[in-house]
């Protein structure tokens, strides 16, 4: 029988061997969804550059372009979230902070969104409330863009009404929508990796669950809930500490 301090420089041995195979085989996923996101946005670019140069020739108006246009933005979405899940899941996702006004923020985010709007719906902002925080923009840009993104895509009429709120040392921003709502079997698995965002079923679940990464790293909360009856539709809404 081995004495006791040789077995646990045995166990020691293992353990390490297979934190070492762990690490590769993570440093390998992680190059190769890097390689993946790159081989995906390759062609994305062109594709966005000559539909929008086409759609200035033809105007707005030509619905099949509008098409073309929507759907390439979903497949850069689709690699930046795949891409940012990586980075989650190994630690490695980074902040680059800044003091900016959200409330700037949201109305250009707002403005890349109009487009995309069906011919039913209708965006409101009140943009009375000027608020400054310190945080990455481009990743507050991401959030707001996932809970839009999601508000412009389950809207088939009625109105998507965004509202900024200081209250005490917080901004709070909130989206509603006047969709199908969240259903009540997805709803305590709305944050989570590939749940389901509607009743429609559509979607893999992976522009939520990165929000709330985001918005926890900025020492903030996300929430979600369906509007009080007889509204129908969801609200989303999150914080960040206000740069006094």
């Known amino acids: 029988m081995l004495p006791y301090s040789s077995f646990q420089e045995r166990e020691r041995a293992r353990e390490s061997n297979t934190l070492k195979a762990f690490r590769k085989q993570l440093a390998n996923q992680n190059d190769f969804i890097n390689i993946a996101v790159h081989e995906l946005r390759a062609p994305i670019t062109?594709?966005?550059?000559n539909a929008e140069m086409l759609q200035k020739e033809l105007g707005d108006g030509n619905e099949e372009v509008r098409i073309i246009i929507r759907n390439a933005y979903r497949l850069q979405y689709l690699a930046q979230n795949i891409l940012d899940i990586a980075r989650i899941e190994?630690?490695?996702i980074s902040l680059e902070l800044s003091k900016f006004n959200l409330t700037t923020l949201i109305s250009e985010v707002l403005e890349d969104h109009r487009s995309f709007v069906k011919r039913n719906v209708q965006m409101q902002f009140d943009s009375r409330i000027d608020v400054t925080v310190k945080a990455d923009r481009n990743r507050i840009a991401q959030v707001l863009f996932n809970i839009l993104g999601n508000?412009?895509?389950?809207?088939?009429?009625?109105?998507?009404?965004t509202t900024i709120e200081a209250v005490g040392q917080y901004a709070?921003?909130?989206?509603r929508d006047s969709g199908p709502g969240i259903d009540p079997q997805v709803y305590p698995h709305l944050f989570s990796r590939f749940a389901k965002k509607s009743v429609t079923g559509t979607g893999m679940g992976l522009g939520l669950y990165i929000s709330r990464k985001i918005i926890e790293a900025h020492e903030g909360t996300i929430l979600a809930a369906n509007n009080p009856s007889p509204h129908k539709g969801a609200n989303f809404s999150f914080t960040l500490p206000i740069v006094q």
Request: aromatic share 4%; charged share 25%; hydrophobic share 50%.
């Open 46 to 49: 062109p594709l966005l550059m």
């Open 90 to 92: 190994s630690g490695t």
């Open 151 to 161: 508000a412009v895509r389950f809207t088939e009429r009625g109105e998507i009404e």
């Open 172 to 175: 709070i921003v909130i989206v």
